[in-house]
């Protein structure tokens, strides 16, 4: 061997030693620079010849483990979704308060109840009425203001989305980026660890906001896909865009996340989405935020239809001279369809005693008028004609008028006061309400939307809505993917009754039958519709510009769409009693009673008692939000609310936790392998110090041969 080829060992073997020392070096100096993943030296042999020439410093790689980064990213996205999904439960959590706070939404509840029971015993108490109607209030309007919130959460959740793809493109952009530099370096022998930390760092802030998984490429770079395949990032990037909604309600229908994927494709990108923090957001906001104030709204409406129902079997002392009812929407046949039993409307002289009665048969469409004095007087009365026909049987003592889908009746004649009471046995009953709490007639709280969608209509009615006013619907699947947008218009010929407007939504063509179905309840007339799938498709109503009989629309009437979660943020105490607590009825009608004996007094507090006692009273709950439905009162359903929200707190929090711990696992055996160890960086610092001697020594044994063969020349 010559005395060249061994300068050449001894050179090359000097410079890749000074190579791995400053890896090395690069490896000490940054031992608590977080996310820096550990360099690694290599080096090759040469050979000439079948002889060894020395060696050489290979390519640098990164200490990486790819099925470590791979548990690490799934452990990183599980922990930011359930972390998303806690902080906004907390937050929802939090409005409704420790149950042991008398502000607590349900103490609210029992407060009012109580200052209810205190003035059924003291009826003739205007500051214990004022109690009732401020305590009342109190609870309507923290009702109101916690689904309000619930609302506000979801409008949250939904700027996080924004937020959230906005970084998301800035990351794939800059992963894509990354991939043109290590490429270009792989291909000369360069070093690239450096823009590969780079992008693995981007990876990592990537895996927090949606799965991720990732595949090397033979150029050094990396393709980035979610977990079911959508490609996200390589030699280029895709691009995501959503618009958030500047308002959000119960009934508000989302942008859905749109993805340009890499081959200038667009789609929905929500049905790509399965954890991360994203997947928690888009829960939350679309499934579990809806669930709870459902739930709440559904709480809210039974007990305003329970505090009606006792307000509406009593009177204030002295009785009302009109009672006008709320907007059904409906027209009068369609209202007084179904009514069955019996009911009075009894007129009072100013002393409170029966000047006349009007016992209306709803189940016999039959009047009987019982005056003070005199023989009874009968007449038959038609559903359509209803208010006219009890007008012109009353002998001059009432006014009624049927108008805008509203009832009203009035004193008329020498009659001083009104009031409606049915009997003990055989009362009044259209979809278990009386006949006054079914138009309204004397609510204690009023509500702007239906507190129930149960209509009342059959199949043979007539669906009442204007041919060619629009509704647009939103199939959404799940993670809020669009699956459909249809625009639906009211058929102007050939659907006539609600059967055949159902029949026309069902459309596979022009309407959601694709999708689903619409169902009407034959015994309650509710309109429902259920989503095709597991998990079955859910319908939002995007615009809906039609009216019933000049009232409410289509989705407000039926409860679609969502607005029925609307109804705890639009209940507010009757304006005319909220004006005048002496006109809260606080008493029974004494049917019994005849002139010149009251039928009401003063001194009755036995409608107040009843209001009073409505938390313990047996209601059926449809399912809604977390309750699958069923018997249960009002101060139970309130607890089980109370529950379910917590235990869905709870849970969150145990999730978190465990995914945090989870994510720290699989941080820690990542970073023991790609970490630096110092001890082994100065083992290595000791090898590669010992290796540059080595072939400096070797040099110099070669330069002294050198000198010797020169000087043996001389």
Do not use: C
């Amino acid at each position: 061997m010559s005395l060249n080829a061994i300068m050449n060992i001894g050179v090359s073997g000097l410079m890749t030693a000074q190579e791995q020392l400053r890896v090395t070096s690069d490896n000490i100096s940054n031992v608590n620079t977080p996310g820096y993943i550990r360099k690694q030296a290599n080096q090759t042999s040469v050979t000439v010849g079948g002889k060894g020439a020395g060696v050489t410093s290979g390519q640098i790689t990164l200490a990486a483990d790819r099925y470590l980064q791979q548990a690490s990213f799934k452990a990183s996205s599980e922990a930011s979704q359930s972390a998303a999904t806690y902080d906004l439960l907390d937050q929802i959590q939090a409005q409704f308060g420790d149950i042991t706070d008398e502000n607590n939404l349900f103490n609210q509840m029992n407060s009012a109840l109580t200052s209810m029971a205190k003035a059924g015993e003291t009826p003739s108490s205007s500051a214990l009425r004022q109690e009732v109607l401020s305590n009342l209030s109190g609870f309507l309007a923290e009702g109101g203001r916690i689904s309000d919130k619930i609302q506000q959460v979801r409008a949250d959740a939904d700027a996080r989305i924004a937020s959230d793809v906005t970084a998301i493109n800035d990351l794939l952009k800059n992963i894509s980026k990354l991939n043109a530099s290590i490429s270009s370096a792989t291909v000369v022998g360069g070093d690239a660890t450096g823009a590969q930390s780079a992008q693995t760092g981007y990876i990592d802030q990537l895996s927090k906001l949606i799965d991720v998984k990732v595949t090397q490429n033979e150029n050094g770079g990396v393709t980035v896909r979610t977990q079911n395949g959508t490609v996200l990032s390589g030699d280029t990037y895709a691009t995501l865009s959503y618009q958030p909604t500047s308002t959000v309600s119960s009934s508000t229908t989302f942008n859905s996340i749109m993805i340009k994927g890499i081959s200038g494709e667009t789609r929905d990108f929500g049905d790509s989405i399965t954890s991360g923090e994203l997947k928690g957001l888009i829960d939350m906001r679309d499934v579990t935020a809806p669930a709870i104030n459902d739930q709440l709204n559904q709480y809210m409406a039974k007990f305003t239809e329970q505090m009606n129902a006792a307000h509406n079997d009593s009177s204030s002392v002295p009785a009302p001279t009109s009672l006008t009812g709320k907007a059904l929407s409906q027209t009068q046949t369609e209202a007084l369809t179904g009514m069955t039993g019996t009911t009075n409307i009894v007129m009072l002289d100013t002393n409170g005693a029966i000047a006349s009665r009007m016992q209306i048969d709803f189940s016999a469409n039959t009047w009987t008028r019982y005056p003070a004095s005199g023989a009874p007087v009968s007449g038959t009365f038609a559903d359509a004609s209803f208010a006219a026909d009890i007008q012109a049987g009353s002998g001059g003592g009432l006014a009624l008028s049927f108008t805008g889908g509203a009832l009203s009746v009035s004193a008329a004649g020498t009659t001083a006061g009104i009031a409606i009471a049915d009997p003990a046995t055989g009362g009044s009953n259209k979809l278990g309400q009386g006949f006054s709490q079914y138009f309204g007639l004397n609510d204690l709280i009023s509500s702007s939307v239906p507190t129930s969608n149960q209509t009342g209509l059959t199949a043979t009615s007539a669906h009442g809505f204007a041919g060619g006013s629009q509704m647009s619907f939103s199939i959404k699947g799940e993670n809020g993917s669009t699956i459909a947008d249809i625009d639906f218009t009211i058929p102007t010929t050939g659907v006539t009754t609600l059967d055949d407007l159902r029949v026309a939504l069902n459309n596979t063509s022009t309407g959601v039958g694709r999708y689903g179905t619409f169902a009407l309840d034959s015994s309650t007339g509710a309109l429902t519709f259920s989503g095709y799938g597991s998990p079955a498709a859910q319908l939002a109503v995007s615009s809906d510009n039609t009216s019933r009989n000049g009232g409410a629309s289509f989705s407000t009437f039926f409860g679609i769409g969502g607005t029925s979660g609307k109804v705890a943020s639009s209940l507010s105490i009757n304006s005319t009693i909220n004006g005048n607590p002496s006109k809260m009825g606080l008493a029974h009608v004494n049917l019994s009673a005849t002139s010149p004996d009251p039928a009401l007094v003063s001194g009755d507090g036995s409608g107040g008692l009843a209001m009073s006692d409505i938390a313990n009273a047996s209601i059926t709950f449809p399912k809604s939000g977390l309750n699958g439905g069923g018997t249960s009162t009002l101060e139970r359903y309130a607890s089980d609310l109370a529950g379910q929200v917590g235990n869905l707190a709870a849970n969150a929090e145990t999730n978190k936790t465990a995914s945090e711990a989870l994510l720290k696992e699989a941080t820690n055996r990542r970073s023991a392998t790609e970490g630096v160890n110092l001890d082994e960086e100065l083992i290595n610092l000791t090898i590669y110090q010992q290796a540059y001697g080595a072939s400096g020594r070797l040099i110099q044994a070669v330069s002294e041969m050198y000198d010797v063969l020169l000087n043996m020349g001389r």
